[in-house]
T-cell receptor, first 109, second 114 residues
């Protein structure tokens, strides 16, 4: 079966750095997305990776290793507003999006 | 710029009642989707549409019907609601197929079926 694993919850301190991991086992691979979802709100797009390596966008970076079935989202200089759930999603060989259950990130002062 | 608009935001139904969720997008997107989100689970695709007049089943289509009579609107219907359909429902749209295209989501509908 197809599976995406993310930690359920993580805690970090304001101003610090946190890495949220995502491992996937899917029938093929056509890209990986990260979305941010604040409590009670809609998911919003953060990043897209299709090739191996690191994509940097401001305080957020996303890394992909296709051979390892692994990605991470790196958040730097954490702010209280970064408290949210972070969703990993993979597009399989049939171009279907498979979603992880999300990682709830709690930022403490 | 409204983006994707869903109505209603909250609804409580009794078992067996019916209702329709409305999704509207003003971005001229071809693709539209209905997802449900349950605690501890990833988003699950209910139905989707690749253009006006088309619909297709997703991962969990049973108990739901959809229609896309106009390009900008995508309706999700529950003909006979069941407690298992208690969930948060999200509509989304994209310009191209979602393999390489980000999704734009509506604000969600919290549905409770008693």
């Amino acid at each position: 079966g197809q599976n995406i694993d993310q930690p359920t919850e993580m805690t970090a301190t304001e101003g610090a750095i946190v890495q949220i991991n995502c491992t996937y086992q899917t029938s093929g691979f056509n890209g990986l997305f990260w979305y941010q979802q604040h409590a009670g709100e809609a998911p919003t797009f953060l990043s897209y990776n299709v090739l191996d390596g690191l994509e940097e966008k401001g305080r957020f970076s996303s890394f992909l290793s296709r051979s390892k079935g692994y990605s991470y989202l790196l958040l730097k200089e954490l702010q209280m507003k970064d408290s949210a759930s972070y969703l990993c999603a993979v597009t399989d060989s049939n171009y279907q999006l498979i979603w992880g259950a999300g990682t709830k990130l709690i930022i403490k002062p | 710029n409204a983006g994707v608009t869903q109505t209603p935001k909250f609804r409580v139904l009794k078992t067996g009642q019916s209702m329709t969720l409305l999704c509207a997008q003003d971005m001229n997107h071809e693709y539209m989707y209905w997802y449900r989100q349950d605690p501890g689970m990833g988003l699950r695709l209910i139905h989707y549409s690749v253009g006006e007049g088309t619909t297709a089943k997703g991962e969990v289509p049973d108990g739901y019907n959809v229609s896309r009579l106009k390009k900008q609107n995508f309706l999700l219907g529950l003909e006979s609601a069941a407690p298992s359909q208690t969930s948060v429902y999200f509509c989304a749209s994209s310009y191209k197929e979602p393999a390489q295209e980000k999704l734009f989501f509506g604000s969600g509908t919290q549905l409770s079926v008693l």
